[in-house]
């Protein structure tokens, strides 16, 4: 948390208003944190760990982001609308989470605006990663997208399994075996 700490440029009075709201849980690798349709009324800051956000379409595993130390996790679809997720949140090694829930941070927020500073540089790095995946989606051709990853998110070939990669990139598991052949 030091790290988000000093991002945030938190005042040692909001730090400290923050961890009484903040619950440390260790998720096992392989497990579930969110399921698709499940309400969701938490977000969780990754402290340790690899996790992937993916939904199930007519059996077809679709990849959404994968997300790191540091990195905001959540379905905000069902967070804002108060409605059951469209996705799965997948930990894919094991973790430590930081859960928040987001109604109480929300109102906290309101009463000290470092949190909201906090809260706004977390969510601007979450949306900022989707964006780019779906204009990448849109506009590049798929070595294009394999490119980019290599060069923007190196940590993911690490990290994730090709499938959960080829799927990110929109692309088949034979696609990416071509692409990774080309570079």
């Given at each position: 948390?030091?790290?988000?700490?000093?991002?945030?440029?938190?005042?040692?009075?909001?730090?400290?208003?923050?961890?009484?709201h903040?619950?440390?849980?260790?998720?096992?690798?392989?497990?579930?944190?969110?399921?698709?349709?499940?309400?969701?009324?938490?977000?969780?800051?990754?402290?340790?760990?690899?996790?992937?956000?993916?939904?199930?379409?007519?059996?077809?595993?679709?990849?959404?982001?994968?997300?790191?130390?540091?990195d905001?996790?959540?379905?905000?679809?069902?967070?804002?609308?108060?409605?059951?997720?469209?996705?799965?949140?997948e930990?894919?090694?094991?973790?430590?989470?930081?859960?928040?829930?987001?109604?109480?941070?929300?109102?906290?927020?309101?009463?000290?605006?470092?949190?909201?500073?906090?809260?706004?540089?977390?969510?601007?790095?979450?949306?900022?990663?989707?964006?780019?995946?779906?204009?990448?989606?849109?506009?590049?051709?798929?070595?294009?997208?394999y490119?980019?990853?290599?060069?923007?998110?190196?940590?993911?070939?690490?990290?994730?399994?090709?499938?959960?990669?080829?799927?990110?990139?929109?692309?088949?598991?034979?696609?990416?075996?071509?692409?990774?052949?080309?570079?």
């Amino acid at each position: 948390m030091d790290h988000i700490i000093k991002m945030a440029g938190l005042s040692a009075e909001a730090v400290e208003l923050l961890n009484r709201h903040v619950v440390y849980m260790n998720a096992a690798k392989g497990s579930l944190l969110i399921k698709q349709g499940q309400r969701v009324e938490h977000f969780y800051i990754i402290e340790k760990g690899f996790i992937r956000i993916f939904s199930l379409i007519d059996d077809k595993d679709i990849t959404t982001l994968f997300a790191r130390e540091n990195d905001i996790i959540t379905s905000t679809y069902s967070l804002f609308t108060k409605t059951g997720s469209n996705e799965n949140v997948e930990i894919l090694e094991d973790a430590v989470l930081l859960k928040i829930n987001y109604v109480t941070f929300v109102q906290r927020c309101q009463e000290h605006p470092d949190l909201f500073n906090l809260y706004r540089l977390l969510m601007e790095k979450y949306y900022l990663a989707l964006e780019e995946r779906a204009l990448s989606l849109q506009f590049d051709n798929a070595l294009e997208r394999y490119r980019k990853l290599i060069s923007r998110h190196p940590f993911i070939l690490q990290r994730a399994s090709l499938s959960s990669i080829a799927s990110f990139l929109g692309m088949s598991p034979v696609t990416l075996s071509r692409m990774r052949a080309q570079i």
